[in-house]
């Protein structure tokens, strides 16, 4: 083997490892965008060494079956839905880290492209597998040190993989795939002692245990039935287990239907906090409602990572009652539920097709007879596990690292599988052969090696501008000018719509603190204000421009306007058509009618201190029919004020804001 050769095939153990592991206490999303980013690099560089090895070996090898076509087919569909999704940008990034946004899965695609080219041989299989069974077992330890001494500055239930329900997902598979794989290990790992994966497989059951007992939530349960039937099922049918061995698969299995059918309640062994998720048959209507817009979103959804605006658009209004009344759920309770308001009927039935081509070639691969027993023992071992994860998308919601190890599982599976009758060939193109072809090849590699710079290079630009625009935020109660600086860096780095609405507030505090400022002239302040105000106008105008299915960006737009009503003219005009427009996007807050009604009041306080002026003219110099008009407008403004109060409170009848303006406006 190669130098080159050996590189690659440690980048790729050590993606393996470090992902689900891998957090930074960075940025907002300590987990999942760290882990986009890591991920990234990793595939970039692997990209990179891959064209490195083919000029060098004049070769170039493609291994092109029908799993590789199913995944290339959900990704094309996925493609498609971004070019016509109602945000683009969202939908190729998901900018609040979304783990089914459309980069996210082109990154497990070429997880999965690489695992089956670079991981030819039976060895550099187990030893991916034991990679993910290691990091597991860090991921369990660091979740107990967080869970006992609280060693990172988060809830108690922080880990590394977002979820402590993906966890458990995670460690059920891992633990139920690693006890049929422990005769590989064994053997790949010969130099470690015996009873080493024995030992640290049996505390990586009995943590996995205690987080199924703390949880005792129906779905993990329904996991550990699968695993166990999984194991089972391979166990018996390969004659590798005899009667002691079946014992452990079956206490698995009468425990897990025990806790699924009897429920019963037992002391949490650890502190865990309560995950919150839209329910299946929010999921569901959200879906359906979302379908019905027309043919083009039927067909293809509204585009991957917007299914919080969705949510939004259609969600109950009992939620208001709950403490999770203004959260954005950016996923719906199970994965394929999301994927009918994102990927459509074409995004879904390409996300079946896919999970059908892998089961129905690995079921033909396990039950051909003519394979050797070790590699087919290994194979159906693979397609154990990616089903398990595969299953987890009919009853989980999207997570970032559960997806890689589906996709990583679906490489290895092909890796070990590769041959039979179900291949659709082996394309080999050998430098030399023709000029043409040569320059061909080598245009295109060079492509791919532009690509995957600029690609870390624009990485490196969004990473940047996020660490700076959460500075500007930490800083705005200290120095706001400052803030102003750091949030306009970036904006100019990345122009994202959190950044520039962050920078809009920037401008209003300044235009707040000016107001408050005696020591500045009248005419210096004048026109400070006046270019603050522009710039916290357009700032939100930009986002709302750029995004404007995000009702966040038209509530922050109408916030802008509402606080430059006694500034400037036209102002609340405007925030009442951004209010309404944010209304229309969600119409199930009750804080969007309430800002109504404030902007509402805001000017009929304007309007009656310049009544008051007319008043205190003199008797012959009142202009009585101005007057009039202007108490009019009052009456009208406080009349839709009282009715958008009224509108709020029947979406959230206990919102107190509500209640105590409407008492202040005595209506």
Known sequence: MSLLEKIIKYVVYLTVFAVPIFFLPLTVY??????????ACFVFVLLILWVVRTIINKKLSLNFDKLSLAVLVFIVILGLATIFSVSIGQSFWGQSMEADSLFN???????????????????EVIISVGMVFLSDIVLLILFLLQTWFKIFPWNVSFTPIDSVYALTFLSIGVFGLSLLALPYFKETFSRLPRIFFPT???????LT???????????????????????????????????KKIFLPLLLLVISLIFLIAKPTLPKLLEISPEVMPSYKTTLDVGGKTITEGAKIFLLGTGPATFGYQYFLYRPSQINLTDFGSVRFSQGHFQFGTLLTTGGIFGVLAGLGLLAVFFWLGIKKCLDKSQDFSDKSLSCLLLAGGLYFWFFWFLAPANFTLNFILFLFMGLWLAISRQGDFALGQKEINFGSSPFKNFVLILIFVILVVVSFLGLWSLGKRYTAHLINLQGVKVASKNIDESIGLLSRAVRLDAEDLYLRNLADAYLLKVKSLLGNQAIAEKERTTL??????LAVTAAQIAQNQN????????????????IIPLTNEAEKNALLSYQEAARLDPQNPQIPFQIARTNVTVAKKLEGELEILRKAEEKERDMAKENEIQKNIDTHLLAAEESLKKSLELKANFGPAKELLEQIGR
């Open 30 to 39: 300590p987990v999942a965008y760290n882990k986009q980013v890591l991920l």
């Open 105 to 123: 899965f082109f990154l497990f695609a070429l997880v999965f492209f690489f695992a089956s080219q670079f991981l030819t041989e039976k060895k």
């Open 200 to 206: 640290i497989l049996t505390f990586q059951g009995l």
């Open 209 to 243: 245990l205690c987080l199924l007992i703390s949880i005792n939530s129906w779905i993990p349960w329904l996991g550990l039935v699968f695993i166990a039937l999984m194991i089972l099922w391979l166990g018996l049918g390969d004659g590798s287990f005899g009667l």
């Open 529 to 534: 204000l006046g270019q603050n105000i522009q």
């Open 548 to 563: 404007p299915v995000d009702s966040l960006n038209w509530f922050e737009l109408g916030i802008v306007y509402e606080n």
